[in-house]
């Protein structure tokens, strides 16, 4: 089992950046498939972004191409998602997951058997 805890969220103005850390113990991420989803508040979860660490493999969902970049640092055990140029829309809790390779697709939530609390993001106009 791994544990997993979200920073790097805060109140940001439209056109700035943030860099989103997903910090692991227990296990590293490379036993599992990592990503990124969002919650907006009245929303369902929405997939952002996954990583396959050991396939060198990364995936983004289309509303999020060229802005948001995944990476891992394998010597701190940590995930960290890139966001550039955010818009308000992009305001939601960040969640990062892990789970085992199942054979469900990335973008699903059942894909993922370990969540953290989740950092808010909130852009201003």
């Known amino acids: 089992q791994v544990t997993l805890v979200e920073s790097g969220g805060g109140l940001v103005q439209a056109g700035d950046s943030l860099r989103l850390s997903c910090a692991a113990s227990?296990?590293?991420?490379?036993?599992?498939?990592v990503a990124w989803f969002r919650q907006a508040p009245g929303k369902e979860r929405e997939f952002v972004s996954h990583?396959?660490?050991?396939?060198?493999?990364?995936n983004y969902a289309d509303s999020v191409k060229g802005r948001f970049t995944i990476s891992e640092d394998n010597a701190t055990n940590t995930v960290y998602l890139q966001i550039n140029s955010l818009k308000p829309e992009d305001t939601a809790v960040y969640y990062c997951?892990?789970?085992?390779?199942?054979?469900?697709?990335?973008?699903?939530?059942?894909?993922?058997?370990?969540w953290g609390p989740g950092t808010q993001v909130t852009v201003s106009s």
């Open positions: 990583l396959s660490w050991s396939r060198g493999m990364t």
């Open positions: 227990g296990r590293p991420f490379s036993d599992y498939a």
């Open positions: 997951a892990a789970g085992p390779y199942t054979g469900r697709a990335c973008y699903r939530v059942d894909a993922y058997d370990f």
